[in-house]
């Protein structure tokens, strides 16, 4: 492949190795690769001078991503890209993984080897955006990445790599400084049909996906049709949007889109495509030398006019002080203590209720619901065992195993006259890892539309709050809402008998039911396994959407996973959720029992 992100076959780079804080950087990368790339045979390595002159590279081959550790702005020492919070700091580098993942999981065609023709270097233009949007669609939440590497990976794109890696000092920890705030430089590109249009695709495709705001490409738009002309401008977009929903493993449309993208800008499909500086079929724009010899193009000024503008807002989007984010986030769980206090705090236990978003009536459970408890707590308890970590000492001493081997060793040292440096003597210590907390919230949809939900759904918490009473340190809690919040379980307290209740309301309070669930369970503190599952058709109010937009994205920032259930394509789902279809409600126990043991076993 010619593309700069995919490396087709393993192509020597530098020869030195991550080390150190950079080693240990790339060993946390992987671990979180594979949640983006969905794929669990992946590694990452990051240090400055890999990614093959690109800012990162998927090597499909090797299952490997490389990134270039120039990007990350950070001493690899003080990065943890465990913590979601800790990502915003090298957001830019963090979206070029999101990007090389999207690649990883979608990038399943290759050109034939060795073809060197403008309509394969089309189509692979074409699939930058398409596994965008095949990511998107998968995560909706990584937009904000692949907004915040947009101007990385474009200039990269339109630039030449710089040959070689880092020299091998490179490669150990060093402080970097951080990137600046607009891109450090601007493409050397012509203006000419075939670079206009292959800034269509990687910039004007990208704002159809909302990656990147119509404001911020209006003026390269411009720009672009008064090369391209707006009927074929409007053609090429035609094409692009077919790629996004072309299929990974199409690679004869993505070629066919490739020819007739050739076609509209006037280049031969089948010779190679035209270089930078306006050479090749379908360069005869006399503006198409002033991109390589003379000062910048109309066009290379209004692509870096666009990057320069996206990463303006991106500076200002992150220019809130720390102290302004605590303060926030401090006022944030106090509204859900608060909020807490009221659902929860009430003298009744959840039984038969009066008013609207009630608990109807109490039940006791069924055998296969009492045989479902059991199997979720066996499993609860098997994905928090984690095993001792062993440790082993040497010393020259005893106490200790004796290695002969060592002994002897030390007797020739000292037979030689020299300090014996050999050890012996190997003392190996087991200690306990602690079982990480579990915290569950669930919150149902109360109104009219989810009645097929509501009978699975009071049984699964039933079930949920039974498995975890046999879990240590595991608790959950389920509320409904509608125009009230209502809890179903309590953090704590063991049901006798099944909950249930109906699904007739005609409001929606589901930023308070978050609210409650958070203020109970602290989902948006740290230190535990948390999961929020909403259960929801997610056709809420423009005002309630944004509170509720709000609450996910506090959530998920501070590491607590959300699920949402989504029953069919009607499903409004907010960004951020991981979306998980329940065709059919009854398995709707299940679902929840097998999200709650993952979330336990990647604490």
Same mark, same amino acid.
């Given at each position: ?42 590694? %990452? ?52 993984? %999101? ?246 705090? %009430? ?150 008998? %099944? ?105």
């Amino acid at each position: 492949m010619t593309n700069a992100h995919v490396i087709s076959g393993p192509t020597p780079g530098p020869a030195t190795k991550p080390r150190g804080a950079w080693l240990r950087l790339s060993a946390a990368l992987s671990e979180e690769i594979c949640d983006l790339a969905d794929r669990e045979d992946l590694t %990452v390595t990051c240090a400055p001078g890999k990614g093959h002159g690109a800012p990162g590279c998927f090597i499909p081959e090797l299952a490997a991503i490389e990134l270039d550790g120039s990007h990350l702005g950070h001493h690899p020492d003080t990065c943890d890209p465990s913590r979601p919070a800790d990502r915003t700091r090298y957001a830019p580098l963090w979206g070029v993984l %999101v990007h090389e993942a999207a690649h990883a999981a979608h990038t399943r065609w290759t050109p034939t080897p060795g073809t060197s023709a403008a309509h394969v270097d089309a189509a692979l233009v074409l699939e930058e955006t398409r596994i965008e949007a095949a990511q998107l669609r998968r995560r909706p939440a990584d937009r904000r990445w692949l907004r915040a590497s947009a101007s990385s990976l474009i200039l990269a794109d339109f630039t030449t790599p710089p040959r070689g890696g880092a020299a091998a000092g490179a490669l150990v920890a060093q402080p970097l400084a951080a990137p600046p705030t607009v891109p450090a430089s601007r493409p050397n590109v012509a203006m000419t049909p075939w670079n206009a249009a292959r800034a269509a695709g990687l910039l004007l495709a990208r704002t159809d996906l909302g990656i990147l705001e119509r404001a911020e490409t209006a003026g390269l738009a411009a720009t672009i049709a008064s090369v391209l002309g707006t009927n074929r401008l409007v053609e090429l977009a035609k094409l692009w949007r077919a790629a996004h929903v072309t299929p990974d493993e199409d690679r004869d449309t993505m070629l066919e889109l490739g020819r007739r993208w050739c076609e509209l800008v006037g280049t031969d499909p089948n010779q190679p495509a035209p270089t930078e500086g306006g050479t090749g079929t379908g360069n005869t724009n006399q503006e198409g030398s002033k991109g390589s010899t003379g000062a910048p193009s109309q066009l290379a000024e209004a692509i870096g006019g666009a990057l320069a503008a996206v990463e303006k807002a991106e500076a200002a989007a992150l220019g809130t002080t720390s102290a302004d984010a605590d303060a926030r986030e401090q006022r944030a769980h106090e509204r859900a203590a608060r909020v807490a206090r009221k659902v929860f705090n %009430v003298p009744n236990q959840p039984g038969p209720q009066r008013g609207p978003t009630a608990v109807a009536r109490t039940r006791a459970p069924h055998p296969a619901e009492q045989s479902a408890a059991r199997r979720l707590a066996r499993a609860l308890r098997s994905a928090a065992h984690r095993e001792p970590t062993v440790t082993a000492v040497t010393s020259p001493m005893p106490p200790g195993r004796l290695r002969m081997r060592d002994a002897l060793a030390a007797d020739a040292q000292r037979a030689a006259g020299a300090i014996p440096t050999a050890e012996p003597f190997t003392q190996t210590t087991r200690r306990p890892v602690p079982s990480p907390p579990l915290r569950i919230g669930i919150a149902c949809d109360v109104t009219g539309s989810m009645q097929a939900l509501a009978d699975p759904v009071a049984s699964a918490a039933w079930i949920l709050a039974r498995a975890a009473a046999h879990v240590p340190d595991a608790q959950s809690a389920t509320v409904i809402f509608g125009t009230r919040v209502r809890p179903v379980t309590s953090p704590g307290v063991t049901p006798a008998r %099944v909950a249930e209740f109906t699904a007739r309301d005609s409001q929606h309070r589901f930023a308070e039911a978050v609210d409650a669930l958070d203020g109970i369970m602290d989902l948006s503190r740290t230190g535990a396994a948390r999961l929020l599952i909403v259960v929801s058709d997610g056709i809420f109010p423009a005002a309630e959407r944004a509170l509720g937009r709000d609450r996910i994205a506090r959530l998920t920032a501070a590491g607590c996973a959300v699920l949402w259930l989504a029953m069919d394509e009607r499903t409004r789902p907010i960004d951020g959720a991981d979306v998980v279809a329940l065709t059919d409600p009854a398995q709707a126990a299940a679902v929840i029992g097998t999200a709650a043991t993952r979330a336990l076993r990647r604490a």
